[in-house]
């Protein structure tokens, strides 16, 4: 399809349109939180390394190795299965969280690698899902400003929560930024999925609603 010219109201119009469709809207605001809380890594990793594990800049290095295989990993995984739309946005918000759950609370570097591991399959996979299931929704002629907006709630949030995620760990220790961006997309994934059964129970009920009709007396 050709693109669409350029015109006044565009951004308003695709605010609109996001809006009022579910499948568009959930996905960017679980994003939007994550991304501001959750993706602070090149915050939270040095810090953890340093600070929490005493491993150095040798055990960070490890530490971005571990997930960045785990990412590889998730990405073919998802690649395979090709699996989108809300539920497994769902599915997959939870095992990053549960996935980073584990790295904020490991004792070892050993034990910090292998949670690493899965916090960059549930990463990429929360991302690649969220990212698929928006082009795969938007209408063509809409789907150019709904890639922006994830692009904006993704990108532009991070920069928001970075100063907020390293005041935090100064306060509380180097394992609180890691525990905050767990119980950040734990969060998402709960509020996903309350939005999720929300929208499935109305479609439900718009289905199945009997037609009433008014027997006409007869002479």
């Known amino acids: ?18 809006r009022h469709t579910p499948e568009l809207i959930i996905p960017l605001l679980m994003m939007g939180l994550a991304g501001c809380l959750t993706y602070e890594f090149q915050v939270t990793l040095p810090v953890m ?4 594990l005493h ?14 295989l785990g990412a590889v990993l998730g990405g073919l995984v998802v690649a395979a299965r090709g699996k989108i739309g809300l539920r ?4 997959a918000a939870g095992g990053f969280g ?13 034990l910090e690698l292998a949670a690493l591991a899965f916090v960059g399959w549930g990463s990429i996979s929360f991302m690649s899902m969220g990212n698929s299931t928006l ?20 990108q532009g949030s991070t920069p928001i929560g970075g ?15 890691l525990g905050l961006g767990a119980v950040t997309i734990l969060t998402v994934a709960l509020g996903g999925l309350i939005a999720l059964r929300a929208t499935h129970g109305s479609a439900r009920a718009s289905r199945v609603r009997p037609e009433v009709r008014v027997a006409e007396p007869t002479t």
Request: charged share 10%.
């Open 49 to 52: 390394a340093s600070r929490g």
């Open 163 to 177: 100063p907020l995620v390293g005041w935090l760990m100064a306060v509380a220790g180097a394992r609180a930024g």
């Open 88 to 91: 497994a946005l769902v599915l």
């Open 98 to 110: 549960i996935a980073l759950t584990l790295a904020a609370l490991a004792p070892s570097l050993p």
């Open 1 to 18: 399809t050709l693109p669409t010219p350029r015109a006044r109201g565009q951004l308003r119009e695709g605010f609109r349109y996001v």
């Open 135 to 154: 082009q795969l929704t938007a209408a063509p002629e809409m789907r150019g400003r709904v890639m922006s907006l994830w692009f904006v709630a993704f």
């Open 55 to 68: 491993a150095g800049s040798t055990g960070f290095g490890f530490m971005t190795a571990a997930m960045g």
